[in-house]
């Protein structure tokens, strides 16, 4: 498997393996991303195309292969924001149900680990639906997607203390709606 920096490189000169190997290796996290903003599949689905285009066209101005993951996320963190922008104009007919969100297959598990991670899914999206956004938003950068938390201070324009206090108070919040959703969750 080529390294990021080898896959940016070679789609700036053209090659069309290149970038079809870059968008495999992202896409489930960007339309991750993007479901977390949105809660809709089929607009997750767009945002997610948009952000590839956006990176495509963008790709011959960037530079810092190493920083790869978080502009491409803050691509998707600034296109899912546009989106609930324009959303907000307009709202949609109906919300869609936690309980009606994607699966995402990671491999291949058997029926009772399908079950437990769909539950736990669940449990995971319906506490952080009671969250704030600022505080959703710090879950979903920091402990879903995995970034550092100086990365989330660039990303945010925030000071480094600002992003690991409202780190650890979501980390405590979302710890405890999850416990008065489940009480018997961890035990």
């Known amino acids: 498997m080529l390294d990021v920096a080898t896959l940016v490189q070679r789609c700036r000169r053209g090659d069309a393996l290149a970038w079809e190997a870059l968008v495999r290796r992202f896409q489930s996290r960007v339309y991750s991303v993007a479901y977390h903003y949105v809660r809709n599949a089929e607009e997750a689905r767009d945002l997610a195309q948009e952000v590839f285009v956006r990176i495509y066209e963008r790709l011959d101005g960037f530079h810092g292969e190493d920083r790869f993951l978080p502009w491409l996320l803050s691509l998707t ?10 959303i907000k104009a307009r709202p949609p007919a109906s919300d869609l149900r936690v309980e009606d969100g994607p699966e995402i297959p990671a491999g291949e598990p058997s029926p009772e680990q399908a079950t437990e991670e769909a539950a736990r899914r669940r449990l995971l999206y319906e506490a952080l639906d009671g969250m704030s956004a600022r505080s959703r938003e710090v879950i979903l950068l920091k402990e879903i997607q995995g970034l550092k938390l100086e990365e989330i201070s660039t990303m945010l324009a925030l000071p480094i203390g600002t992003v690991k206090s409202r780190s650890n108070r979501a980390r405590l919040e979302l710890a405890s709606r999850i416990r ?3 009480p018997s969750f961890g035990t």
């Open 77 to 86: 963190r600034n296109a899912c924001i546009d989106r609930l922008r324009r």
């Open 180 to 182: 008065r959703l489940d």
